[in-house]
C-alpha cells in the first residue's frame, strides 16, 4: 500500500511540473509578445512626433506667407483689390489657424 502512493505521488509531481513548464512557457511568450507591442508602439510614437514636425513646419511656412502677402496688400494695392484680396486671405489664415488647432488636439 505504501508503494502505491508513493507512486501516485510521483505521478502528480509529474503533472504538477509539467503544468508549471506549461505556465512558464506561456508566460515566456507573452513576455515575448508585450516586448514586440512595445517596440511597435515607440516606432508608431516616432513616427507621430516626425509627422507633426512635418505638418508644425508646414504651418508656419505658410503662415509665414500670409504675413507676406498682407505686408503686400497693406503697400501696394488699392482700397478695392485691399478688400476683395483682405477677405479671401483672412479665410485662408483662418483656415491655417484651425488646422494648426486640430493639430495640436489630435496629438497630446
Same mark, same amino acid.
Given at each position: 500500500?505504501?508503494?502505491?502512493?508513493?507512486?501516485?505521488?510521483?505521478?502528480?509531481?509529474?503533472?504538477?511540473?509539467? +503544468?508549471?513548464?506549461?505556465?512558464?512557457?506561456s508566460v515566456q511568450e507573452l513576455t515575448e509578445q508585450i516586448s514586440e507591442l512595445d517596440q511597435k508602439v515607440i516606432a508608431l510614437q516616432s513616427s507621430i512626433d516626425s509627422e507633426q514636425e512635418?505638418?508644425?513646419?508646414?504651418?508656419?511656412?505658410? +503662415?509665414?506667407?500670409? !504675413?507676406?502677402?498682407?505686408?503686400?496688400?497693406?503697400?501696394? *494695392?488699392?482700397?478695392?483689390?485691399?478688400?476683395?484680396?483682405?477677405?479671401?486671405?483672412?479665410?485662408?489664415?483662418?483656415?491655417?489657424?484651425? *488646422?494648426?488647432? !486640430?493639430?495640436?488636439?489630435?496629438?497630446?
Amino acid at each position: 500500500m505504501n508503494i502505491h502512493v508513493h507512486i501516485h505521488h510521483v505521478a502528480n509531481e509529474g503533472r504538477v511540473l509539467h +503544468k508549471l513548464n506549461s505556465i512558464m512557457a506561456s508566460v515566456q511568450e507573452l513576455t515575448e509578445q508585450i516586448s514586440e507591442l512595445d517596440q511597435k508602439v515607440i516606432a508608431l510614437q516616432s513616427s507621430i512626433d516626425s509627422e507633426q514636425e512635418q505638418v508644425t513646419s508646414a504651418i508656419d511656412a505658410l +503662415k509665414a506667407e500670409v !504675413d507676406a502677402l498682407t505686408n503686400q496688400l497693406a503697400t501696394g *494695392a488699392t482700397p478695392e483689390q485691399v478688400a476683395a484680396l483682405a477677405a479671401t486671405l483672412a479665410t485662408v489664415a483662418l483656415n491655417l489657424e484651425l *488646422a494648426k488647432t !486640430d493639430l495640436e488636439g489630435t496629438i497630446q
